[in-house]
């Protein structure tokens, strides 16, 4: 993965490549694996689940180069299709579905002896698919578990006999795996399908100079069916020289994240894999309004071409690279969303971007409706259920069905955790979601998406465009901090509290000093920053904001007890106290999106500060807020004094005095509602957003 802003100059777009296609990148490893010769890849996923298939190859015998991190070529010399020899242990395909799939059918038609084995996702997903077929046509296996599940031992014995077979679903895994048991075996294989799965399989084996038929068989319910069909053996496969695609599904992130405004004007996303049994997903989001350009690479046709393949639909979109693999360039910029309909035929060709579909549809206009999706339950996780928890779990009204969802679009701020259940594309669906204005997500698992989408964080942050610090300054009452707790939470941003930190000093030099353990409060100003350090006060992160820790707690109402309050603006007042806080507040806005508000937010802490507010409002007006507030009654005149009085002290201080910074806009609150107040700023910073984003 790699992000540079070069690319194009003048339209704005960020340049990103995805990294390889890790259902291309599985194939290539076993294909050559398979092969007669040395293979050349470049660009193979260095992804998880294909570690585990270039691990299971090894443990029989095959010499695997190590898979680089950046997708740098390498050669495989491969031990041809009855080279592959028993492993000692059983073969662990980690979270990876694919890689036991395809090595059931490898293994059933060489007649290899194997156990296969996954992580407790893995183990819960169905392999009777499989299996199932393999053993109707004298294949043996021995489920050493729970029946249908992983572990699984191949005996290896027993004759595979070929035939064919009508998949009840279409299924690119089933599919592949009768496929390579035919090719294995030397047995003719024929696997027809209601629709048509991914071709990956077929298009590389024909690159490899299998004769693979692919072909459109009438259905007399009107709907197509797809047979894929290899002749008697034996089938010797020749190297392969392969550039592996970017992987479409893993492009499809960003394609979301730059339609939902997280990719400032937008992302243009090289080298993608445009294989149409991948690309639904582009016709899907192009209905929900998705600002979207595709423009394929040049096309030179390559020996995967020969067969059916153009039946495949692909007419029109080049190939580029020589397995048959169409690739191009997405431009996607930001959009307004519509909800739409999604499921029939269409569901195969996007099925890993279901989730991608609904958090898109949180944010769009209406209610989507996905249905026919039912095969998303058993994924790496149960897809349905877990994006309906996590979307609701953000505040989006969702209904859900057993093969699919309603979402309701909302403009509505959305916050809160979204649990990945060891599932990378949740991991990464959700990911985008929180990188998009309005939106706080917390993801708890975020190193899954190594299994498809290795630098997946980094890429987001690459991405997106800085967003702005927000300072709001002003004196006591003058409505700074409810303001900005509501600001930050309506744009989906934190909140820091900067009078809560002078407020907690005091506190603890309060405590200490009648515990007789600290100086007594006529010494405070003589203070040192070591001195204050041993408070271990700090602020920490929580789900809308900056908190103040205290040793192990985090005070909230005792930070506002009169005898705090009485002498914060003194404590403020001291040198020590201010330089030792300083750090501690800038570290909060390193990554930008952070309202804050205080007094000297922004003329000393965040000068740089993108959008600026000073607050005011009338002496009384704001001792009548601050009584409100309190609710301990008080006379108006008296709390005006103290207001009076503080106001006083902060602005007549040497450091850091309050003041309105220059490049401050000034905000008169006394006749504002608190509504009023809030959307003027929010209105600002989503001004100052946009000018990151627009044309
Ligand atoms: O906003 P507040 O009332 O919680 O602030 C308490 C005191 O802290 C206030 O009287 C002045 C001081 N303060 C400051 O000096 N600088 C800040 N950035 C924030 C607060």
Known sequence: MSVNDGGQ????????????????????LLFAALAEGESRLEGVLPGADCQSTAAALRAMGVAVPEVSADGAPFTLRGVGGGGLRAPDAPLDCGNSGTTARLLLGVLAGAGVPATLDGDASLRGRPMRRVTGPLEAMGARFREKGVMDRLPIRVLGEGEFRGGRWVLPVASAQVKS??????????????????????????????????????????????????????GAGPHALAPLDLRVPGDPSSAAFLVALAALGGAGKGLRIEGVGLNPTRTGFLDVFRRMG???????????????????????????????????????????????????????????????????????????????????????????????????????????????????????????????????????????????????????????????????????????????????????????????????????ARLGYLHLDSGALYRAVTLALLEADRSGRGRPEAEWSELTVEELEAFDIALERGADGFRVRVGDRYPEAELRTPEVTERVSAVARIPAVRSWLLGAQRATAREGGVVTDGRDMGTVVFPDAEVKFFLVADLEERARRRL????????????????????????????????????????????????????????????????????
């Not at 704005?12 to 291309?24: A, E, I, M, Q």
């Not at 490899?208 to 072909?215: E, I, S």
């Not at 057993?402 to 669906?429: Q, S």
């Open 290 to 488: 998705v600002d979207l350009e595709v423009i394929p690479d040049e096309v030179h046709r390559g020996a995967g071409d020969a067969g059916d393949a153009g039946d495949a639909g692909d007419a029109g979109v080049s190939d580029g690279s020589d397995v048959g693999e169409p690739t191009g360039t997405l431009l996607v910029r930001p959009s307004r969303l519509e909800a739409t309909e999604v499921g029939g035929r269409e569901i195969p060709s996007l099925i890993d971007e279901l989730p991608l579909v609904a958090v898109l549809a949180a944010r769009a206009r209406g209610v989507t409706r996905i249905r026919d999706a039912a095969e998303l339950r058993v994924k790496e996780s149960d897809r349905i259920a877990v994006t309906a928890q996590n979307l609701r779990a953000l505040g989006v009204t969702v209904r859900e069905f057993p093969d699919g969802l309603d979402v309701e679009g909302t403009e509505a701020p959305l916050a809160g955790r979204a649990p990945a259940h060891h599932d990378h594309r949740i991991a990464m669906a959700f990911g985008v979601l929180g990188a998009s204005p309005g939106c706080r997500v917390e993801v708890d698992d975020p190193a899954m998406v190594e299994v498809s989408f290795p630098g997946f964080w980094a890429c987001l942050r690459d991405c997106a465009p800085r967003r702005p610090v927000v300072t709001l300054d002003g004196p006591a009452g003058s409505g700074k901090s409810t303001t900005a707790r509501e600001v930050a």
């Open 628 to 695: 409100a507030e309190t609710r301990d009654g008080g006379e108006l005149g008296a709390e005006a004094d103290r207001l009076a009085r503080r106001d006083r002290e902060d602005a007549g201080r040497a450091v850091a005095p309050l003041r309105r910074a220059p490049d401050a806009e000034e905000l008169d609150t006394t006749h504002l509602t608190f509504e009023e107040q809030v959307s003027r700023v929010v209105e600002r910073v989503r001004g100052r957003e946009d000018s990151h984003r627009g044309p």
């Open 9 to 28: 100059p003048g339209d704005g777009l960020t340049t990103v490549r995805v990294p390889g296609d890790k259902s291309v990148s599985h194939r290539a």
């Open 177 to 230: 795996a009768l496929l390579l048991a035919g090719l294995l075996s030397g047995r003719p294989m024929e696997v027809e399908e209601p629709g048509l799965s991914r071709d990956h399989t077929e298009r590389m084996l024909r690159a490899m100079g299998v004769p693979v038929r692919t072909a459109r068989v009438g259905d007399p319910g009107g709907a197509d069916r797809w047979t894929a069909s290899i």
